[in-house]
C-alpha cells in the first residue's frame, strides 16, 4: 500500500510539473506587437516617409523602420533629390522588409489646364472708356513664366504624382473689367471669361488660369490684389477652377524683367492661386486635414505665418501641397499630400468620381 501510494503521489507530482511548464509564459513571443517595416530607397536615397497618404514626421534613413498596425496599409517615400514619390499597397501580418525601386513610382495623375491669355481689356477710368493690352511677346511671357511654375512648383511639390496637359488660348477680341468697388479694385469675372472661350463646362478642365494686362502707359486699371482665385470650384455651375493673374512691367523696362524678378524672389503666384482652389474646400471636403482657415483670416492658404512660416512662402507652399505642414499643437501634420493627387481630380469629381 505505502508503494502504491508512493507511486501514485510521485506520478501526480510529475503530472503538475509537465501542466506548469506548459502553462509557463513565453517572454519572447509579441502576440500583441505591431509589425515593424523595414525599408530601403534606390541608392540610399533621402525620403520623407508617409503612411496611408500622411506625412510620419520620420525620414529616411534617419529612420529606416516604422511601427504599423497589422493589416493593408500604403507606404509612400518622397525622395527628397529627385523629388519622386514611390509606393507600395502592403497587407502587414508580421515583421516586413521593404525595398523601394523606380518600378514603385505610380502613375502620374492627369490634371487639366487651360491657360487663357487675354491680349486687350477694357473698363472705365475718369468717365472715359479705357484699355490695356499685351504684346503677343508679352503673353508668351506670361505663358512661360505660368510653364516655368508648373515645373518648378506644382510638379516637384507633389513629388511627380501630377501630370500637368496645358492647353493655350489667346482672346484677341477685348474683355470688359468689372469695378466691385469693393476695394478688390478690376477684376475678370469668370462669366466674362466663359462667355468668351468655350469648354469651360465641368469634366473638362481642373483649372482655367488667366493671364491680363493691369497697366499700358499711363491706363492703370490698378487693385489690391496680384491674383485672385474662386475658392470652392465644385459650388460653381461650371464645377472648375478658376483663377486670375494681372500684370504690369512697372517699376522694370520689360514685363520680362519684371517676372524674372518674381523668380528670384517671389515666384509663387501661380501655385498661391491654384491652391485656393483646391486648399479651402475641395480636399477638406474629401476628408483631408488641411491648414485652418480661421488662422489665416478666413483663408487656408493664408495661414502660413500662424503656422511658423515667413516671406516668401515657397516653403509653404511646398509643405501645403505635400502635406507637411506642422499642426499648431504638434504631434500630426496638415496639407494635401502627394497620393491624394493620384485619386479624383476636380474636373472628375465635377462629374461624379467620388475617392
Known amino acids: 500500500m505505502i508503494k502504491q501510494s508512493g507511486v501514485t503521489i510521485c506520478i501526480l507530482f510529475i503530472t503538475l510539473l509537465f501542466v506548469g511548464s506548459c502553462n509557463k509564459k513565453d517572454t519572447n513571443s509579441k502576440p500583441n506587437a505591431n509589425p515593424v517595416i523595414s525599408m530601403t530607397t534606390p541608392s540610399d536615397e533621402p525620403a520623407y516617409i508617409y503612411v496611408d497618404g500622411k506625412y510620419t514626421g520620420n525620414s529616411y534613413p534617419d529612420k529606416k523602420s516604422i511601427t504599423v ?19 507600395k499597397t502592403v497587407n502587414v501580418t508580421d515583421d516586413t522588409s521593404l525595398d523601394f525601386t523606380s518600378a514603385d513610382q505610380p502613375v502620374a495623375k492627369v490634371w487639366k489646364a487651360l491657360w487663357i491669355g487675354v491680349q486687350t481689356v477694357t473698363g472705365t477710368l475718369n ?13 508668351n511671357t506670361c505663358f512661360d513664366f505660368f510653364q516655368w511654375s508648373i515645373s518648378n512648383h506644382f510638379v516637384p511639390y ?15 477680341a477685348p474683355l470688359p473689367l468689372s469695378n466691385n468697388n469693393d476695394g478688390t479694385g ?41 491674383g485672385l482665385a474662386i475658392t470652392d470650384p465644385i459650388s460653381t455651375s461650371y464645377k472648375t477652377g478658376y483663377l486670375q493673374v494681372k500684370f504690369t512691367q512697372d517699376p522694370y523696362a520689360t514685363l520680362s524683367d519684371k517676372i524674372n ?3 528670384n524672389n517671389d515666384p509663387g503666384v501661380w501655385i498661391h492661386e491654384w491652391l485656393h482652389t483646391v486648399g479651402e474646400h475641395f480636399y477638406q471636403n474629401k476628408g483631408y486635414m488641411l491648414p485652418l482657415a480661421n488662422l489665416g483670416g478666413g483663408f487656408s492658404v493664408h495661414a502660413a505665418e500662424s503656422y511658423g512660416y515667413a516671406s516668401p512662402w515657397m516653403n509653404w507652399y511646398r509643405d501645403f501641397v505635400s502635406g507637411r505642414v506642422p499642426s499648431v499643437g504638434g504631434g500630426s501634420y496638415l496639407g494635401i499630400g502627394p497620393e491624394a493627387f493620384l485619386k479624383c481630380t476636380v474636373r472628375e469629381t465635377a462629374v461624379g468620381c467620388s475617392n
Open 69 to 87: 498596425s497589422k493589416g493593408s496599409h500604403t507606404i509612400g517615400l518622397a525622395l527628397k533629390n529627385s523629388n519622386k514619390y514611390l509606393l
Open 261 to 263: 524678378n518674381y523668380k
Open 127 to 139: 468717365n472715359a472708356q479705357q484699355q490695356s493690352t499685351f504684346t503677343t511677346d508679352e503673353l
Open 186 to 226: 478690376y477684376v475678370l469675372n469668370d462669366a466674362t471669361v466663359r462667355n468668351a472661350v468655350a469648354g469651360i463646362t465641368p469634366g473638362n478642365y481642373d483649372c482655367v488660369f488667366v493671364c491680363w494686362k493691369q497697366k499700358s502707359g499711363a491706363v492703370d486699371f490698378g487693385g489690391n490684389y496680384f
Open 158 to 172: 507633389s513629388y511627380g504624382t501630377m501630370n500637368w496637359q496645358v492647353t493655350r488660348q489667346d482672346v484677341t
